[in-house]
């Protein structure tokens, strides 16, 4: 029997920055011409994580940390489909922070989309890795995603947004949905979505984020310039936020993952269901995400 299960009203608090990413996740997939049927949403845990449960797409709520891993093997067993996985620094960059950097290695064309306010907001404001130090009793200096994004050399997207600037945040989505969708390889955006409840940085982030785009020199094919670029912004105490990283060739020779493993893009869930028929190919593929 298949149920179909409908959105339900968001149980966030209100003014949290994670609405921005709901609407901008909605408008960009509308704008880029998604079907919903072929749109999948695998959340993460924590308070973000609950966003496929108030969009009308497909949805999965993924074990914590490991919601990469599911969207990846969703992503191989039927390549057609658009996947997204969304949730927290928290569940990201703590317990699935394994994950979190395998994907861009991987390469397998999805977004990955976290939704960073630098605390774990639903079990009541400890620090996340994100934190600075001082925030609840915090003695570490923060984890930052673009400089680590950006020092792997794959064939991926790279963006930071900001909640408080909607519009950015969904033209970043629609370039990033397109890049995984002409399966260029894995889109990474991280948001800057404020915990209202916990830790309210709308006010000081919106005073010191800075597009990068406008710097002098800024050339996002080049993650030499853009790390740089990134490095100086944050010495100086500002937030660099737009996009750090795009390819400048499509594909190249670092092809994307589902490509590499599955040329004529039939992956098991749209193969011909006599397993003795694609036994050897099955195997190759499970061997290979090992
Ligand atoms: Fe958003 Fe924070 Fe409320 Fe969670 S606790 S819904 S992150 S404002």
New binding site residues.
């Given amino acids: 029997m298949v149920e179909s299960v409908k959105s339900h009203a968001s ?3 209100p ?4 609405f921005g990413v709901l609407a901008a996740v909605k408008k960009a997939a509308q704008e880029v011409g998604i079907p919903p049927n072929e749109e999948v949403l695998v959340g993460g845990i ?3 994580g609950g966003i496929h449960n108030f969009i009308d797409v497909n949805g999965i709520h993924a074990l914590h940390g490991r919601l990469l891993a599911q969207a990846i093997g969703i992503k191989l067993a039927n390549p057609k489909l658009t996947v997204i996985a969304a949730g ?1 620094d928290g569940d990201g960059y703590a317990i699935g922070m394994g994950h979190f950097m395998h994907a861009f290695k991987k390469n397998a064309s999805i977004l990955y989309i976290v ?1 960073m ?1 630098e ?1 774990y ?2 079990t ?2 400890q620090a996340a890795p994100t934190a600075p130090i001082g925030y609840e009793g915090n003695v570490e200096p923060p984890f930052d995603a673009m400089l680590t994004a950006l020092s792997i050399p794959a064939h991926n997207f790279i963006a930071r947004t900001f909640s408080g600037d909607p519009r950015t945040m969904t033209a970043t989505l629609v370039e990033a949905l397109k890049f995984t969708r002409g399966n260029q390889g894995y889109a990474f955006v991280e948001d800057l ?8 940085t709308f006010k000081d982030w919106r005073q010191r984020v800075v597009d990068v785009s406008k710097l002098e020199g800024y050339d996002a094919s080049n993650r030499h310039t853009m790390f740089r670029l990134c490095l100086e912004t944050m010495h100086s105490g500002k937030i660099p936020i737009g996009v750090m990283h795009r390819p400048k060739t499509p594909n190249g020779d670092a092809q994307a993952l589902e490509l590499k493993l599955l040329p004529d893009l039939i992956g098991p869930a749209n193969a011909d269901i006599d397993l003795e028929l694609n036994r050897e190919a099955y195997t190759k593929l499970l061997r290979s995400v090992g």
């Fill in positions: 149980t966030w608090c003014g949290c920055g994670d924590g308070c973000s927290g939704m306010n605390t907001g639903l009541k404001g979505s404020p915990c209202v409840t916990y830790n309210d």
